[in-house]
């Protein structure tokens, strides 16, 4: 990328882009408070993945809410995030109880190594339960091994539990179409309707949401809140308070599964948004891909972050319904993540009249010869590494192909991240040799952004502009 940091000014237009997916968001947390420190003057915030939640909270002065010690990932219900769904934990569980009843004759077997030592040892003692601990144990053996009781006690426990685990999954698959807000015919074998993604990212939409809507009520208010209300309280605070310290325009997008297309969700300021966001009734192209958040009525922005929160394939798509009289006709969509909606978003960005942008992206820079690290061997870790690469491969593809819409590109990310996507407990460093945490993530946003921006690049301009001032030219 071509290094453009003498050509920083703070009376460009300027955005801040949040990219990432999870555990990402802790360092984006990091990367806004030393921002906010110094007082970087940003025109809009823009998000995709868990920028979406850092980039709606940030547009209405309420990002300190994700640094806080107390805050969104600060608290220890952000390493419960992205579970593995009922229905997984129902086939793991089935698994080792399988394999425990079949097993069980050797573990049986394998006991008469401490029982017939223990026994001994009681005779050894003066005891004579020793001789009745042994005894008892022969006949229990006896009993369990005989021709007519061992062929036939084991199946029947598999049955019974392989039985119970089939019933337990048919009935949850009911409840979880019973509990969808709208109806979707679906097709596939019975095994994927029963099962379905094996992650579940309810608990951080309902996290990062809650975080929002505490911020719009005070606190106050029924949960979980009605999207209409949800969405016309956020429009309404941003919308009151634009121009203010604080207050910034937003720009968020999704990817819609059913229109095989990316949506933009957004809320700018006069001329920007008639630009971007087609009026009611207008034929335009963008009617079918480009929304206006303030627009009365709509109900887009949890229904965003719900997707946002969705990363394709590993989650189950957030659903949405669009009105009867937009380019959707009410048809219902499926929402959720793709990396490589970055780039989307970088020209959404552009047209918005941003003339410098601020890059945050929690993954590394590609490494170099003689820097493989071992791969994963646990599943949720060789998902959080496909998922991080995906993300370093769209922001480098973003770059390279964007950077010319921009009179500055400014990109603050690690040298060096362990912690991937769903790593919300922390990862092991293979190069440190010790346990990072998402609090030492966050931390390390704060260091990231200090260095490679704050001083690298305020700095720069700071001395550009008074040696300027100095000279008496411009």
Same mark, same amino acid.
């Given at each position: 990328?071509?290094?453009?940091?003498?050509?920083?000014?703070?009376?460009?237009?300027?955005?801040?882009?949040?990219?990432?997916?999870?555990?990402?968001?802790?360092?984006?947390?990091?990367?806004?408070?030393?921002?906010?420190?110094?007082?970087?003057?940003?025109?809009?915030?823009?998000?995709?993945?868990?920028?979406?939640?850092?980039?709606?909270?940030?547009?209405?002065?309420?990002? #300190?809410?994700?640094?806080?010690?107390?805050?969104?990932?600060?608290?220890?219900?952000?390493?419960?995030?992205?579970?593995?769904?009922?229905?997984?934990?129902?086939?793991? &569980?089935?698994? @080792?109880?399988?394999?425990?009843?079949?097993?069980?004759? *050797?573990?049986?077997?394998?006991?008469?190594?401490?029982?017939?030592?223990?026994?001994?040892?009681?005779?050894?003692?003066?005891?004579?339960?020793?001789?009745?601990?042994?005894?008892?144990?022969?006949?229990?053996?006896?009993?369990?091994?005989?021709?007519?009781?061992?062929?036939?006690?084991?199946?029947?426990?598999?049955?019974?539990?392989?039985?119970?685990? @089939?019933?337990?999954?048919?009935?949850?698959?009911?409840?979880?179409?019973?509990?969808?807000?709208?109806?979707?015919?679906?097709?596939?074998?019975?095994?994927?309707?029963?099962?379905?993604?094996?992650?579940?990212?309810?608990?951080?939409?309902?996290?990062?949401?809650?975080? @929002?809507?505490?911020?719009?009520?005070?606190?106050?208010?029924?949960?979980?809140?009605?999207?209409?209300?949800?969405?016309?309280?956020? #429009?309404?605070?941003?919308?009151?308070?634009? &121009?203010?310290?604080?207050?910034?325009?937003?720009?968020?997008?999704?990817?819609?599964?059913?229109?095989?297309?990316?949506?933009?969700?957004?809320?700018?300021? *006069?001329?920007?948004?008639?630009?971007?966001?087609?009026?009611?009734?207008?034929?335009?192209?963008?009617?079918?891909?480009?929304?206006?958040?303030?627009?009365?009525?709509?109900?887009?922005?949890?229904?965003?972050?719900?997707?946002?929160?969705?990363?394709?394939?590993?989650?189950?798509?957030?659903?949405?319904?669009?009105?009867?009289?937009?380019?959707?006709?009410?048809?219902?969509?499926?929402?959720?993540?793709?990396?490589?909606?970055?780039?989307?978003?970088?020209?959404?960005?552009?047209?918005?009249? @941003?003339?410098?942008?601020?890059?945050?992206?929690?993954?590394?820079? *590609?490494?170099?010869?003689?820097?493989?690290?071992?791969?994963?061997?646990?599943?949720?870790?060789?998902?959080?590494?496909?998922?991080?690469?995906?993300?370093?491969?769209?922001?480098?593809?973003?770059?390279?192909?964007?950077?010319?819409?921009?009179?500055?590109?400014?990109?603050?990310?690690?040298?060096?991240?362990?912690?991937?996507?769903?790593?919300?407990?922390?990862?092991?460093?293979?190069?440190?040799?010790?346990?990072?945490?998402?609090?030492?993530?966050?931390?390390?946003?704060?260091?990231?952004?200090?260095?490679?921006?704050?001083?690298?690049?305020?700095?720069?301009?700071?001395?550009?502009?008074?040696?300027?001032?100095?000279?008496?030219?411009?």
């Amino acid at each position: 990328m071509t290094d453009q940091r003498d050509l920083y000014s703070p009376e460009r237009r300027t955005a801040l882009v949040l990219t990432g997916t999870g555990a990402d968001g802790a360092y984006h947390a990091g990367v806004l408070r030393a921002l906010h420190e110094v007082g970087v003057k940003i025109d809009l915030v823009a998000g995709r993945g868990i920028g979406v939640a850092s980039a709606v909270l940030s547009s209405v002065d309420g990002a #300190s809410r994700l640094w806080d010690p107390t805050g969104l990932w600060g608290v220890p219900a952000v390493g419960e995030l992205y579970g593995w769904r009922l229905p997984m934990r129902l086939l793991g &569980g089935l698994v @080792v109880a399988i394999a425990l009843v079949l097993l069980a004759p *050797a573990l049986l077997l394998a006991l008469s190594l401490l029982v017939y030592p223990f026994g001994l040892l009681l005779g050894m003692l003066g005891l004579e339960a020793g001789n009745g601990v042994i005894q008892g144990y022969v006949r229990l053996l006896a009993a369990l091994f005989h021709s007519g009781a061992l062929p036939t006690w084991l199946p029947r426990i598999v049955t019974i539990v392989a039985g119970a685990t @089939v019933v337990a999954l048919f009935g949850y698959a009911v409840l979880a179409w019973r509990r969808l807000p709208y109806a979707r015919r679906q097709g596939g074998n019975l095994a994927w309707l029963m099962l379905g993604a094996p992650l579940d990212q309810l608990r951080a939409v309902s996290h990062f949401a809650r975080g @929002v809507w505490d911020l719009l009520r005070g606190g106050h208010g029924p949960w979980p809140p009605n999207p209409d209300e949800f969405s016309r309280r956020f #429009s309404e605070l941003l919308a009151d308070n634009a &121009g203010q310290p604080g207050f910034r325009e937003l720009l968020l997008v999704v990817h819609d599964l059913d229109a095989r297309r990316d949506l933009v969700f957004g809320l700018l300021r *006069a001329p920007y948004q008639a630009a971007l966001f087609p009026a009611s009734g207008s034929t335009g192209p963008r009617r079918a891909d480009a929304f206006d958040l303030s627009t009365p009525g709509r109900t887009d922005l949890l229904h965003v972050l719900h997707g946002a929160l969705s990363p394709g394939a590993l989650t189950e798509p957030a659903l949405v319904r669009f009105p009867a009289d937009s380019y959707w006709r009410g048809e219902v969509h499926r929402l959720a993540d793709r990396p490589a909606c970055l780039g989307r978003l970088l020209e959404e960005v552009a047209a918005a009249g @941003v003339e410098q942008v601020i890059i945050v992206a929690a993954t590394p820079n *590609a490494p170099r010869p003689h820097e493989l690290v071992p791969p994963r061997a646990d599943v949720r870790g060789r998902l959080s590494e496909y998922l991080s690469a995906a993300d370093a491969a769209a922001l480098d593809d973003a770059l390279r192909h964007l950077e010319h819409r921009f009179r500055g590109v400014y990109v603050i990310r690690p040298s060096h991240n362990p912690i991937h996507a769903l790593d919300f407990a922390g990862a092991y460093d293979v190069r440190s040799d010790r346990w990072q945490t998402l609090a030492e993530l966050m931390s390390q946003g704060h260091e990231d952004a200090s260095r490679l921006f704050i001083e690298r690049v305020l700095g720069a301009s700071g001395e550009r502009l008074s040696w300027l001032a100095s000279d008496g030219t411009r």
